[in-house]
């Protein structure tokens, strides 16, 4: 067959296969835009006061967009999934056996009220027996390895000066506001945040029966602390930097910086006794602490761990503790006016711990 002749009858052929309808979706929704008002006026009001308009915004968000509607829609089919699961009875350690009883413990009300701060009293207490730095050094690295991050966080990622090998990074942190420039600025907005966060240390104190007077002190020691950080921490403009925040090292050169806790210690309880070298990031950070809190107590660091447990269990413990984090993190902080329903936050919780057995 001559090639022109096979050429034409594979054209023909093609012309008589079937051709899929293509679905023509619009890149923009005329709906979500505002076309009253003119693009050179006020450009975000053109181009979302339809999608405003017909969104208000729910008092339990600081905003609404369509990712957030997306959650939304998936977690009311979460919702269905879960509530299936946990009504059904499953073999006792299954994927959906652990699934549902979590779900059903975020929802006991009773309970989580009825106990109280009782689910972290044994912590609470190990802390309060916190006598020396090695003490303290041991209990940094057991907050680290359950979530928090008192003084500094710790994780695992790739070397980013040799992507074939992960290496143990440090970074700072250990503030609870979050931004160095809440506890540095003097402007009334600060002021006020600052006098905020320090009624949330006062009620978690008090909520877990502390007199009004260790209340008091924790307040001041938490502050102090957490000053101080701020104080050493660096600026937005220097974490953008990433040559400055890449400070790889030998572990042998690292634990010569001196400070206020036993590095040897610290690493052999994380696990990681043994390890050869890190990247310290804001290296200045590590250099700097001991300086900046020479003049802080065994007593006062105490304070300031046991309120990084404090608030971090805050949103899993009974309601007056839930009511604090909220009134602190959601009112103040972001601007919601309302807490979720418990059932989205003991969704998200489970989303949270168990988010692989979820996917499965």
């Given amino acids: 067959m001559f090639p022109f002749l096979a050429a034409g009858i594979v054209a023909l052929a093609s012309c008589n296969t079937p051709q899929k309808e293509v679905v023509k979706i619009a890149a923009i929704n005329p709906a979500n835009m505002d076309t009253t008002v003119a693009a050179g006026t006020d450009f975000y009001e053109y181009a979302c006061g339809g999608w405003i ?5 729910k008092p339990e ?8 509607q997306l959650l939304e829609n998936n977690q009311e089919q ?3 999934l879960i509530e299936e699961l946990s009504a059904t009875p499953h073999e006792a350690g299954s994927v959906a056996g652990k699934i549902g009883a979590l779900y059903a413990m975020g929802l006991d009300s009773t309970k989580l009220n009825a106990d109280g701060v009782a689910p972290i009293k044994e912590e609470l207490a190990a802390i309060n027996a916190l006598a020396t730095k090695s003490d303290v050094s041991k209990m940094v690295a057991t907050l680290h390895k359950e ?3 008192p003084f500094f966080a ?3 990622d790739a070397d980013e000066k040799n992507s074939a090998m992960n290496i143990v990074q440090l ?4 503030i609870g506001m979050g931004d160095r420039d809440y506890y540095l600025l003097e402007d009334e907005g600060s002021a006020k945040m600052r006098d905020a966060y320090r009624a949330y240390i006062n009620k978690l104190f008090t909520l877990a029966g502390s007199s009004p007077e260790q209340a008091d002190a924790a307040v001041d020691a938490v502050m102090k602390i957490e000053k101080a950080i701020a104080d050493i921490s660096y600026g937005r403009e220097d974490l953008r930097d990433s040559q400055k925040n890449y400070n790889k090292l030998a572990y042998e050169d690292f634990k010569q910086i001196e400070s206020p806790l036993d590095w040897d210690v610290y690493f052999e309880s994380m696990g990681l006794a043994g390890l050869k070298e890190l990247d310290a990031k804001q290296i200045n950070f590590y250099k700097d602490m001991n300086k900046a809190l020479q003049n802080t107590t065994v007593d006062e660091q105490k304070y300031y761990l046991a309120f990084n447990l404090l608030s971090a269990a805050a949103p899993y413990l009974s309601d007056d503790f839930v009511d604090a984090d909220f009134e602190f993190y959601g009112k103040v902080m972001s601007g919601k006016q309302e807490q ?3 059932w989205k936050r003991s969704l998200n919780t489970v989303n949270g711990a168990l988010g692989e057995a979820v996917g499965e």
């Fill in 53 to 57: 308009k017909n969104n208000p915004l």
């Fill in 61 to 68: 968000y600081a905003r609404f967009g369509t990712f957030d």
């Fill in 78 to 80: 979460l919702r269905v």
């Fill in 147 to 149: 979530g928090m991050a």
């Fill in 154 to 156: 710790l994780f695992v």
């Fill in 171 to 174: 970074y700072q942190a250990g």
């Fill in 340 to 342: 979720q329903p418990r």
